[in-house]
């Protein structure tokens, strides 16, 4: 395994314990709808939360990992978990959550996270199915 994906799964890892310490129940981890991928789909009694995780080792320090979430991948977190709640028929408050890892190498263990709930919210869109080509497109409301 390639040393970023190492990086990738230990912040990963980080999270899902920050998660859980906080009350949160892990439901999925890498979940993927064609190229688009949810790292951490959570859950409580209210909330369904996905997860962006992005982990940077000391070396990248010179902006918080969580920076690197931007417009384009917050459009395909909105996709995927649109997808998500409907092929799963869910009826739970969304929430699309950041978390930012700065990873030590020496010590191998976490310097900082930054978690950012409710980070960011998605555009009064929806996905459909197409039942022509099973494609799935955008809709305003």
Excluded at 16 to 22: D, I, K, N
Excluded at 108 to 122: K, L, T
Aim: glycine share 4%; proline share 1%.
């Amino acid at each position: 395994m390639a040393q970023h994906n190492i990086t990738g799964h230990l912040g990963e890892e980080a999270t899902c314990t920050y998660l859980e310490q906080h009350g949160y129940k892990i439901v999925e981890r890498n979940w993927r709808m064609g190229n688009i991928e949810i790292d951490i789909i959570a859950e409580n009694k209210t909330d369904l939360v996905f997860v962006e995780v992005k982990t940077r080792t000391a070396a990248y320090a010179d902006v918080n990992p969580e920076e690197y979430v931007d417009e384009h991948k917050r459009r395909f977190m909105t996709v995927a978990g649109n997808a998500y709640m409907k092929h799963h028929c869910i009826v739970k408050n969304l929430r699309f959550d950041i978390s930012g890892i700065l990873w030590n190498k020496q010590t191998n263990s976490v310097e900082e996270i930054h978690y950012y709930e409710d980070a960011f919210r998605p555009k009064l869109r929806t996905a459909t199915a197409n039942s022509h080509n099973g494609q799935w497109k955008w809709h305003r409301r």
